[in-house]
């Protein structure tokens, strides 16, 4: 792999080679929008793409038919239309066939209440590729629980704008079926779930046990997620889900990996009965021999991790250790969250042995797979957060150059770091080409990291040929700041930024640079160079031999009354050869 090479999804117009991580997410982002624009030109438009001249002709290649074929009002119409995801007309097709009084069979009515539960009683293009996460991540609480106040929301209660409207067409069609079977009470147990109406799909399944239907292990598995939304304290959520495995032993239905997923992921919410309930529930998945999937490792790591605070356990090395040895398939939603999770909890930890060794099971099989661009750039930048803490400089530079920009693009946080780790390991000499990466980053006007690399820069003495290539960055710098565009606002002097950018001119021999930083930019902000940047003037005069450039120096000191003034006065008369007329 070419470690200057940007993500391959970008390859195909240099021209739009991202620059850093917001780049490539609008540019990304910018792809999937134009395959969606040509989607729905193809469906709204489709007789312009009727004529098929490609030999040979490959079926999977070719746009989808989104029209129906069968005209008429009659149940393979309205099958049709089920398949071809028509919300609307398969609704308006349905009520056709009831007014004519045909009678609709049970199957096609249940895949009709299928298409409306699955879609919210909307248009299917509407619909989002993916589901909005539930809001999990809610910070730990105390173990003491305590009932909602009144007047405040319920814990996780969910947004007051629910999706599932009261009396829309799936209710209706349920309400007026003559023949109700466990698919139909299971397709609006789900399809409430999904959009929002909880305390509607707790009642439902009351409904389904009250006519003697048995639910699936899908509807075991939504009533699950559902519970933090039907209880609001911790112990009341545990017996409801206790209530809830024990129906499925009841009705013989065998749980499967996204069932235990399910009763993590609540559980990732119960606080102190959380944590002293996972292990046994991942000792009953060893007891059915269910094979965790990544989900399963994020919502246990959560659980003994919530909090920075927590007493760290070795539940994350045991995780590793069952990790390493597998290559995992896609199982549920939430996998792939283990990674971020994961690194998150070992920089925590400051544990770099562990963070290998996740590295090491992320790039194992197709585990890589499982981070999309926004999360494999979020698992580098933190990983590499910990490199420039833990890590010895020659390592960090060596992932630093392997890393930038084929695998992610460094964070201003990660160029902080890693200017810190430099200064830690006296590694200065390396911020020139750090700078360079900065402009290329788009991050040459954040003042965060100009202040830093001013200070890093100027704060000690260098070899020459270093104190150059320092001077070199310190006139980008100033350029920076001089510099103004119409859809920009220059980025403002401050006096640490100019005292530092005179030292490093002024230590560089560049005299008249150092002096007009001195006379100009200070005087237009109001501040006064400390004695630092008087003292590293006047030895660059020395340096340069230029009598005139101290005694000016001299002179601007005196004007603006400061303390050093005698003593620069007294170097002056003693480093330089003063004409009868200097003195």
Not at 54 to 61: F, S
Not at 519 to 538: A, G, H, K, S, Y
Not at 547 to 575: H, N, W, Y
């Amino acid at each position: 792999q070419d470690p200057t090479a940007a993500h391959y999804m970008f390859q195909d117009d240099p021209y739009l080679m991202p620059r850093n991580a917001a780049t490539a997410r609008l540019y990304a982002l910018s792809m999937e929008s134009g395959r969606n624009a040509a989607k729905y030109i193809i469906k709204e438009f489709p007789h312009y793409f009727d004529k098929i001249l490609v030999e040979p002709n490959i079926p999977c290649l070719m746009p989808e038919i989104c029209t129906p074929q069968i005209e008429g009002v009659n149940e393979e119409a309205l099958k049709e239309r089920v398949n071809l995801r028509m919300v609307k007309d398969s609704v308006d097709m349905f009520d056709q066939l009831l007014q004519a009084g045909t009678p609709v069979s049970l199957e096609t009515t249940n895949s009709l209440l299928d298409l409306l539960c699955f879609y919210g009683d909307g248009e299917s293009t509407q619909e989002k590729e993916s589901e909005e996460k539930e809001g999990l991540e809610e910070s730990e609480v105390n173990a003491s629980e305590q009932e909602t106040p009144k007047g405040q929301p319920q814990r996780g209660s969910r947004p007051s704008a629910s999706r599932w409207r009261e009396n829309n067409n799936a209710e209706r069609i349920f309400k007026i079926m003559p023949e109700r079977n466990s698919r139909s009470y299971c397709a609006m147990i789900r399809g409430m779930v999904k959009h929002g109406a909880s305390a509607k799909a707790y009642d439902m399944y009351t409904e389904l046990l009250n006519d003697r239907h048995k639910a699936d292990v899908h509807t075991f598995n939504a009533l699950i997620t559902a519970v933090p939304f039907l209880k609001d304290r911790f112990m009341e959520r545990w017996e409801l889900i206790k209530m809830f495995l024990n129906h499925m032993v009841q009705q013989e239905v065998q749980p499967n990996v996204r069932t235990f997923n399910a009763v993590l992921k609540v559980l990732r919410r119960c606080g102190g009965v959380g944590r002293s309930m996972a292990v046994p529930v991942i000792k009953e998945m060893e007891a059915l021999e269910i094979e965790p999937s990544l989900a399963t490792y994020d919502h246990l790591l959560s659980i003994f991790y919530r909090t920075v605070g927590h007493t760290p356990s070795g539940i994350i090395s045991e995780v590793l250790d069952d990790v390493e040895r597998r290559s995992f398939a896609p199982q549920d939603p939430d996998d792939g969250m283990n990674f971020n999770l994961s690194t998150s909890h070992c920089c925590d930890l400051k544990d770099i042995k562990l963070a290998y060794r996740l590295n090491k099971a992320m790039e194992k099989g197709d585990n890589w797979k499982f981070l999309d661009m926004d999360r494999a750039n979020s698992y580098w930048t933190r990983f590499f957060s910990l490199l420039c803490m833990m890590e010895q400089i020659d390592v960090v530079l060596r992932w630093y150059k392997e890393m930038n920009p084929s695998l992610f693009y460094p964070s201003p946080k990660n160029i902080l770091d890693l200017l810190q780790a430099l200064d830690a390991a006296n590694h200065l000499e390396v911020i020139p080409s750090v700078w360079e990466d900065i402009k290329q980053l788009g991050f040459s006007k954040r003042r965060d990291l100009l202040e830093e690399l001013l200070s890093l820069m100027s704060r000690d003495q260098h070899p020459e040929e270093v104190q150059l290539a320092f001077a070199k960055c310190a006139e980008d710098i100033k350029t920076v700041h001089e510099q103004s565009r119409r859809d920009q606002a220059p980025v403002e002097w401050t006096g640490s930024a100019l005292g530092s950018v005179t030292v490093l001119f002024s230590r560089a021999g560049r005299t008249q640079d150092a002096w007009y930083v001195m006379m100009e930019r200070f005087q237009q902000i109001n501040r006064i160079p400390t004695d630092l940047v008087m003292d590293e003037f006047l030895s660059c005069a020395k340096q340069t031999n230029s009598p005139d450039e101290a005694i000016k120096l001299v002179k601007l000191a005196a004007a603006l009354g400061l303390p050093s003034l005698q003593k620069l006065k007294s170097r002056t008369e003693k480093e330089f050869e003063l004409s009868e007329n200097q003195r």
